[in-house]
């Protein structure tokens, strides 16, 4: 039962950071019908961001410094993001799949120039303690970074639904991802709007970079490690339904839950490790098929 | 394919409304079209004779021409030249944006590995065995994914290969090899393909085996059926309104591709010697399908092939570059960029995509046209 | 038509062309509408008319030139041309579902005091569902919402699309109420196949056919039972 528990607690985090990567491809996507392939470079580069901050705060040990860390790799994000949107994306308004192809093209270089710069090994970061250590809860053991995790989702997702239904871009997203001519036929200039989504998807996805990096892969960074999770948020996206954010956080717990289940339960046993992401891989084939525009997509 | 398409005997008429426009050239090409190809072929056929040395630009660690180094990457250049000519039927020539290709490839490749390898069968029924275990895969998967379109559709065609992905590396009753990958066991193969000598051989295997891919994908986009292809790039309603059924033909061009991707496997397991997952099932491979596509021109033909053959080069070159001596002493913002064949190729694909969307096929033909004076 | 004259004019358009997915659809579009009242844009179905106001509003691509409101907005964005005090009310009226009524309105504004209160007066019925999603709002009602939007600031030119296409008959009597109402005080270009609606509001007829206007001029013209036969292929 305690190893239910953990194993429950550790799948929230895990799609909490899914969530993270997640929302901001939905948005994009709803708004612009782009296909982000670069937010697993705006990922990878969040979580460098946070090592090169933490390896210059000799306070990074503390929580303060831990957030300057966690800003600086949000920061990260949404500067390469915008810069992204700005002289990449924009160039091609009205050319779909030319935005789609342009945005592999940036991962392949960003992706590229991290290894040069870095190489292939991880880089460790450095953290507080209280991240890295483990609480006993009722007899469960839980490490805190999956805390930190969950609630930096739940965090997130709050920050985003208030901005989507209090504030005017919100509701200037929201009505775009309906039907983006009528924006601009009622005068609104949807460019900025455009700019404004790929920045806060950038700097979710750096958050979640550096969340990863923290909680799930021992606090290393290494630059192939946003492809990977890319995939992962790709298919979350498309479960919840391209261009909701409540959908894209539904179907990231599912996401989360449906792997570590999987994967410690029938795969430990088989010794197929992989089984969990296999059996996410075909929750998706299944919902694509069965309804292709998601849990709780809209028309597409 | 009849009675899966609808009916194949379309008036002429017909099919150009389908399409708008000719979109391919009918008529006599003058010769220089003909020509160019087979002095192309020619001299690819009569590389492994060029003894001569060629300082800097062969990509090989021997600077002849002749050299296995430089026949083996350009082997590999023809391998992938045919899975991207496959890619474009599907992407160019369809329309269909499939992100799953790379399962069929691996298909091929493995299949074959674990015939030859683990059951020790015969070359040929191995190959048998390998194509139809492609096509069963093709037709069920084929007809699964294309209930869906548009960005649905690539993400489940994703979705799959990324199972089969996972399922390699897992090594299911030791099959695969998991991470590190299958040796192929040379043991029942043909003497002419294994040792030494069979650098020259493979090498001629590989450019037959693109030749022969090209003809086939030739005869199919020209045919009928590559018109409606056209056609249902364009808009799938004015297919259906033209008393065609869009779904058979896509799925013919699905299974078509698909094919050539499990026959480029097969050549490849040939070639190298290995199948891995990282070089053969992973997205890397699907995005360095889909860069040669686009930086060759999509919906060409010609332009997946010089595609191919230009980007496993470059990558292949400029890891020798990057591996020399005097590399090292160029100043670091110089040297790490170009360390990285990822990031030389990401950039120019990227600025292909902005400046250039034709590709290398579109720059020559706005090459020609300037010199036809028009 | 002297420089004079075309300054007058609300809206001048020249040599429009619009292709979409391959076809012709606009060949050459001359439009002159004058400023003040309303001008309907009259032809058979499939003629451009729907094409027509979206090219002016810069929604579509298109070759040749359009002037509106005295000034040169070929090839401008079309928040642009909308922020020049451009109103659109689209076919179909493409309200947010989505979004509150509230929300879809407040989407809208442009000027520093929008006149919510005329909006409200004018209908009562977005008032009271002020907090309700779009999309559960009857047809008339999002017609209500489409040309409310429009009426938050004051804009000297509507374009109009089929504002009683599927209304029933009391919502009918509402929209040429208030179109009527507004026309007094700006240009509206409104396309319109119901003839009954254009008598009773246009001063201007412009018709087209195949891509052309064939025919522009006063409402007057439609009592001619012939040409309105001819020209719309319907008896009136």
Known sequence: ?300 | ?374 | MTGTRQRDAAVAAAGLHVSIAGSHVLQGIDLRVPEGGVTALLGRNGVGKTTTLRALLGLLPSSGTIRLLGRDVTGWPVHRIVRLGVGYVPEDRDVFAGLTVRENLRLAEIGPRPRYDLVYDLFPELKRRQRQPAGTLSGGQQQMLAIGRVLLDERPLLLVDEPTKGLAPRFVTEVIDVLQRVSAACTIVMVEQNVHVVRALARQVVVLDHGRVVHAGSSADLADEGLVRRLLGVSA
């Not at chain 1, 190893?3 to 985090?13: D, E, M, R, Y």
């Not at chain 1, 870095?118 to 991240?131: D, K, L, M, Q, T």
């Not at chain 2, 991207?84 to 091929?108: E, I, P």
């Not at chain 2, 199948?275 to 995005?287: N, Q």
Request: proline share 4%; with cysteine.
């Open chain 1, 1 to 300: 039962m305690t190893t239910f528990v953990a194993i429950t607690v550790s799948g929230l985090a895990l799609g909490a950071v899914y969530f993270l990567i997640a929302a901001g491809l939905s948005l994009i996507y709803g708004l612009m019908g782009v296909l982000n392939f670069a937010h697993g470079a705006f990922l990878t580069l969040g979580g460098y961001a946070g090592w090169a901050v933490a390896q210059q705060l000799t306070a990074a040990r503390g929580g303060a410094g831990f957030l300057l860390t966690a800003g600086a790799a949000a920061l990260a994000g949404a500067a390469v993001a915008a810069a992204t949107e700005l002289l990449l994306i924009r160039p091609l308004y009205g050319r779909q799949i030319a935005q789609i192809l342009v945005t592999i093209g940036l991962d392949l270089a960003l992706v590229g120039l991290l290894l040069g710069a870095f190489g292939s090994n991880s880089r460790a970061i450095g953290v507080p303690a209280w991240v890295t250590g483990v609480t006993a809860i009722g007899g469960v053991r839980i490490p805190d970074g999956d805390f930190v995790a969950f609630g930096a989702g739940l965090a997130v997702l709050g920050a985003l639904t208030w901005f989507l239904r209090r504030t005017r871009y919100g509701i200037i997203i929201r009505a775009g991802a309906e039907n983006r001519d009528m924006v601009r036929a009622l005068g609104v200039d949807v460019g900025r709007a455009f700019t404004l989504v790929f920045t806060v998807g950038g700097a979710a996805a750096g958050l979640a970079g550096l969340l990863n990096s923290v909680v799930f892969s021992g606090a290393l960074v290494d630059p192939t490690q946003g492809d990977q999770l890319l995939i992962f948020a790709f298919i979350v996206v498309v479960i919840g339904g391209l261009g909701s954010i409540a959908g894209s956080a539904l179907a990231a717990v599912v996401v989360g839950l449906v792997q570590v289940y999987v994967g410690f339960y029938a795969g430990g046993g088989a010794g197929l490790a992989q089984l969990g992401n296999v059996s996410v891989v075909l929750v998706l084939a299944v919902v694509l098929l069965v309804r292709p525009r998601g849990l709780l997509g809209g028309s597409t």
């Open chain 2, 1 to 374: 394919m009849t009675g899966l398409t609808g009916g194949s005997r379309l008036p002429e008429a017909v099919l150009t409304r389908l399409t708008g426009q000719r979109q391919t050239v009918t008529g006599r090409p003058g010769w220089r079209r003909v020509a160019a190809p087979l002095v192309v072929l020619a001299i690819f056929a009569l590389l492994p004779f060029a003894g001569f040395a060629v300082p800097w630009v062969l990509p090989g660690p021997v600077d002849v021409v002749n050299s296995a180094g430089t026949l083996e990457v350009l082997g590999l250049g023809f391998v992938f030249a045919s899975v991207a000519l496959g890619f474009d039927v599907l992407f160019g020539f369809t329309g269909l944006l499939s992100f799953g290709q790379v399962l069929y490839f691996a298909a091929g490749a493995y299949v074959l590995d674990i015939a030859l390898s683990v059951w020790h069968w015969a070359l040929l029924p191995a190959l048998a065995v390998t194509a139809a275990a492609g096509l069963a895969l093709a037709l069920v998967l084929g007809a699964l994914c294309l209930r869906v379109r548009g960005i649905a559709f690539a993400m489940v065609t994703l979705a799959f290969a990324q199972a089969g992905y996972y399922l390699i590396e897992d090594n299911p009753h030791g099959l695969t090899g998991g991470d590190t990958g299958l040796v192929m066991a040379a043991g029942r193969l043909p003497p002419q393909l294994v040792g030494v000598a069979s650098t020259r051989n493979l090498y001629w295997l590989a450019l037959v085996f693109l030749v022969a891919v090209y003809a086939v994908t030739w005869l199919a986009t020209e045919s009928v059926t590559g018109r409606v292809w056209l056609a249902i790039r364009e808009s799938e309603r004015r297919a259906e309104v033209l008393g065609l059924r869009p779904f058979g033909f896509r799925l013919a061009s699905f299974v078509f591709s698909s094919l050539l991707a499990t026959a480029g496997g097969m050549v490849y397991l040939l070639l190298v010697g290995t199948a891995a997952p990282a070089s053969v099932a992973s997205t890397t491979v699907t995005i360095s399908v889909l860069v040669m596509v686009v930086l060759g021109g999509v919906g060409t033909r010609w332009g997946a092939v010089a595609g191919a053959i230009v980007y496993v080069y470059l990558q292949q070159y400029l890891l020798k570059i990057a591996a020399e001596p005097s590399f090292g002493s160029l100043p670091a913002p110089l040297r790490v960029p170009l360390s990285q064949p990822d990031f030389l190729l990401g950039v120019i694909f990227v600025l292909f995509v902005l400046f250039v969307p034709g590709g290398i096929a579109g720059l020559a033909g706005r090459v020609r046209l300037r010199r036809e004076g028009r």
